[in-house]
């Protein structure tokens, strides 16, 4: 039944099928990715991070993020690695790792978002110079089953761009808002890290003046 639809649906159906194939292997591999992302979240592991910080035991708080697989973990231990260079550089180098792994794949589902309708336009736009080609022939009998089907071409040709379009706007509203998240989830965690290290400095710089 599909087959027979999408063979009446005129030559434009090739470049939608291709749209809707690109757009299905994107949406499981981003449904893979959020699967390991969610199996990897460890909020205990960041919460140990910022008390081993906290009590200035800062290799310690380094092997803990080394060795936990949550995005947020990670980005803490970029920036405890690279401490004493540029931890800030390095907190906002690893924070754009992480973004880029969410953003991944997203400019595709975008573009099906957009193109999926323009193709079904463009699908109206030939089925119905075909009819219309046909009607301007002057003889009509034994045509109207060639007009009936350059109206159905496109039809058919809008039915299916807006559906590789509608199939692809839920899960990229969803990945752009889980995308927001985990950005500002990562800059709470890196902007309180590079609070405790600046408080941590000062009272190093104290105790200092004090001996």
């Known amino acids: 039944m599909l087959m027979e639809l999408f063979s009446k649906g005129g030559p434009i159906m090739w470049p939608i099928a291709v749209l809707a194939v690109v757009t299905a292997i994107v949406l499981v591999e981003r449904g893979v990715f959020m699967f390991q992302v969610s199996l990897r979240k460890d909020p205990k592991a960041v919460r140990t991070i910022f008390n081993l910080v ?53 400019v595709v589902l975008d573009t099906a978002v957009t193109l999926g309708p323009l193709l ?50 839920v899960p990229l509203n969803f990945l752009n808002a889980r995308s927001e998240r985990v950005r500002r989830e990562v800059e709470a965690s890196a902007t309180r890290l590079e609070m405790l290290m600046a408080r941590k400095a000062s009272e190093a710089v104290v105790l200092d003046q004090v001996a």
């Open 120 to 169: 079904g336009l463009l699908g109206t736009v030939t089925g119905m110079m075909r009819a219309f080609s046909l009607v301007g022939g002057g003889e009509l009998a034994g045509k109207q089953a060639a007009i009936t089907g350059g109206v159905a071409e496109s039809l058919l040709a809008v039915c299916f761009g807006l559906g590789v379009a509608i199939a692809a706007i």
């Open 54 to 106: 906290d009590q200035g035991s800062l290799d310690e708080a380094a092997s803990v993020a080394s060795r936990s697989k949550d995005l947020v973990a990670q980005v803490l231990g970029e920036g405890l690695r690279h401490r004493d260079s540029s931890l800030t550089e390095a907190l906002s180098e690893g924070a754009s790792a992480v973004l880029h792994r969410f953003h991944r794949g997203l």
